[in-house]
Nanobody, 120 residues
Framework: QVQLEESGGGFVQPGGSLRLSCTAA????????LGWHRQAAGKQRELVAT???????RYADSVKGRFIISRDSGKNTAYLQMDNLKPEDTAVYYC??????????????WGQGTQVTVSS
């Protein structure tokens, strides 16, 4: 059974930095896509950044130039370096994983979520 274990959230002032980590525990295969979504109070969950095992990266427009996603090569661990944080980045950040299947729809995994609060 695959479980996404994440860490690294917290409280930071505007302009500060945080680094999130996510590890897919229990996976005997390489998870194709790892990344993060976030959900602010009263809003829908939205994509933040994802990275495939082949190196393909996608960012939300709102975080481009401030956030960097990376992965340990050949491993199911991803990192999200968040710099120049803004109050609007405040949200619960959920690690996300996707396993492709030869037939059928991809399997999605979610972490438990970690709170990121940006405030002065």
């Amino acid at each position: 059974q695959v479980q996404l274990e994440e860490s690294g959230g917290g409280f930071v002032q505007p302009g500060g930095s945080l680094r999130l980590s996510c590890t897919a525990a229990g996976a005997s295969f390489v998870i194709n896509k790892l990344g993060w979504h976030r959900q602010a109070a009263g809003k829908q969950r939205e994509l933040v950044a994802t990275m495939t095992a082949g190196g393909g990266i996608r960012y939300a427009d709102s975080v481009k130039g401030r956030f960097i996603i990376s992965r340990d090569s050949g491993k199911n661990t991803a990192y999200l370096q968040m710099d120049n944080l803004k109050p609007e980045d405040t949200a619960v950040y959920y690690c996300f994983g996707e396993k492709l299947q030869l037939a059928g729809t991809p399997i999605h995994y979610w972490g438990q979520g970690t709170q990121v609060t940006v405030s002065s």
